[in-house]
T-cell receptor, first 109, second 115 residues
Framework: EDKVVQSPLSLVVHEGDTVTLNCSYEVTNFRSLLWYKQEKKAPTFLFML????IEKKSGRLSSILDKKELSSILNITATQTGDSAIYLC?????????FGDGTTLTVKP | EAGVAQSPRYKIIEKRQSVAFWCNPISGHATLYWYQQILGQGPKLLIQ????????DSQLPKDRFSAERLKGVDSTLKIQPAKLEDSAVYLCASSYVAGGLDEQFFGPGTRLTVL
């Protein structure tokens, strides 16, 4: 059975801090790893990673995949209160996507 | 571009009643997904359609849940009869391609409460 584990489960930081969220997986026929941000509503897409070692970057967010370690990290620098959300990691094979339970990030002013 | 539409947004029913949710994906997206998200957990795939065919329904409780995607466009998910443990947010998502090589676009979800 495919499995995705995220850590930590929750995190509380202050504005300006840098955070690193982790995602590890066990999946057959890996195709991609995706990060989503979920606020009060539906998840919204952040990154899709397919190749090991290539960093994807968008503003203060960045992510990288390590296929040897079967893991990925999501970094957020200079955090803002608007970054408070649940960050979901999903791993896809040819057939379907399996989501982790997410990391709840709270950024305090 | 219009997003994924879902209705209703909220539904409260009593156990053993039936309920149906509707989803209209983004135009041109061949793949449609239904997820169940229980509070504190990540979305769990219930069923995935490619056009009007089922790709994966291995985690769909088929004794009480059913889904269809007639004409390969919009879709309906039904629960009959509902149980207390079905209380969750039901998310519909769509993607242009399948095979794990495309992001999924999610609708706003339907929050179901079973009393």
């Amino acid at each position: 059975e495919d499995k995705v584990v995220q850590s930590p489960l929750s995190l509380v930081v202050h504005e300006g801090d840098t955070v690193t969220l982790n995602c590890s997986y066990e999946v057959t026929n890996f195709r991609s790893l995706l990060w989503y941000k979920q606020e009060k509503k539906a998840p919204t897409f952040l990154f899709m990673l397919t190749s090991s070692g290539i960093e994807k970057k968008s503003g203060r967010l960045s992510s990288i995949l390590d296929k040897k370690e079967l893991s990925s990290i999501l970094n957020i620098t200079a955090t803002q209160t608007g970054d408070s959300a649940i960050y979901l990691c999903a791993v896809s094979n040819a057939g379907k996507s399996t989501f982790g339970d997410g990391t709840t990030l709270t950024v305090k002013p | 571009e219009a997003g994924v539409a879902q209705s209703p947004r909220y539904k409260i029913i009593e156990k053993r009643q039936s309920v149906a949710f509707w989803c209209n994906p983004i135009s041109g997206h061949a793949t449609l997904y239904w997820y169940q998200q229980i509070l504190g957990q990540g979305p769990k795939l219930l069923i995935q359609f490619q056009n009007n065919g089922v790709v994966d329904d291995s985690q769909l409780p088929k004794d009480r849940f059913s889904a269809e995607r007639l004409k390969g466009v919009d879709s309906t998910l039904k629960i009959q009869p509902a149980k207390l443990e079905d209380s969750a947010v039901y998310l519909c998502a769509s993607s242009y391609v399948a095979g794990g090589l495309d992001e999924q676009f999610f609708g706003p979800g339907t929050r179901l409460t079973v009393l």
